[in-house]
């Protein structure tokens, strides 16, 4: 497949390095988005790499170490060879490394729309106002139950998401308190996904409607157009 338009502008290489701004990138593609309000959208996908939680449903382990330095400037002009105005910061982690700040607010001084997806542990209020910040809250079956930073309530808001990764009935009655504790339901968009090959995706359906939760379903679109362990799609 060829989307790519002709590379044009500085590269790396061209800079100073007292303009560089470095961040550790896993994989740069394009595809279709599989999750989020956005999902279908022709998107370009900036992966970073590092994570400091172990989710027992990863889906992404690869991106732990892997990846290469890459200078902010130089994403954006990999970002700009693609026909899309979507771009989706994922990880890994991406809020580890700080440029990954500067590299968001650039993408929507350019005009594009610009989603970061983040494991909901770290402070995502430091973002661009412009960002759709997709923020998991981790259920107790997460394997990482403890993770998420309060701070991030603030964002609750018609444009922004919080995602909960459903791996049991626990997990389903955890997100519902949770949500309604924190007034999320009013709130915010709030998004159900099943945990891959561990509940059915009609399990979950039943249990949103048999609970009359406001929740909305949530499958990884992606995994059903492609391989579910296919990379770079
Ligand atoms: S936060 Fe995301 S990348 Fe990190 S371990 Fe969990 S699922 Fe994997």
Not at 34 to 50: I, K, L, N, Y
Not at 91 to 101: C, I, S
């Amino acid at each position: 497949m060829n989307y790519k338009k002709p590379y044009k502008g500085r590269a790396l290489s061209a800079l100073s390095m007292s303009e560089v701004e470095l961040i550790k990138v896993n994989e740069i593609f394009f595809s279709i988005q599989g999750e989020s309000s956005w999902v279908g959208h022709p998107t370009v996908f900036v992966r970073t790499s590092g994570c400091h939680l172990r989710c027992t449903y990863c889906d992404t382990t690869y991106a732990y170490y892997e990846g290469q330095l890459m200078g902010v400037e130089d994403i954006l002009l990999q970002v700009q060879r693609y026909q899309t105005k979507y771009v989706c910061i994922t990880g890994g982690e991406p809020l580890l490394q700080k440029d990954v700040f500067l590299l968001a607010e650039k993408l929507c001084t350019d005009e594009y729309f610009v989603s970061v997806e983040t494991s909901g542990d770290l402070d995502c209020t430091r973002l661009d106002p412009r960002v759709k910040k997709i923020i998991d809250v981790k259920t107790p079956d997460s394997g990482a139950p403890h993770a998420f930073c309060k701070a991030n309530l603030n964002l609750a808001d018609v444009n922004n998401e919080f995602k909960f990764v459903i791996c049991s009935e626990k997990d389903f009655e955890w997100a519902e308190n949770f949500c309604v504790e924190n007034g999320l339901f009013k709130k915010t968009n709030v998004l159900y996904s099943p945990s891959y090959s561990v509940i059915s995706e009609k399990w979950l359906a039943k249990k949103i409607l048999s609970s009359a939760s406001t929740a909305r379903l949530q499958l990884q679109l992606h995994k059903y157009i492609w391989s579910p362990t296919e990379r770079g799609v």
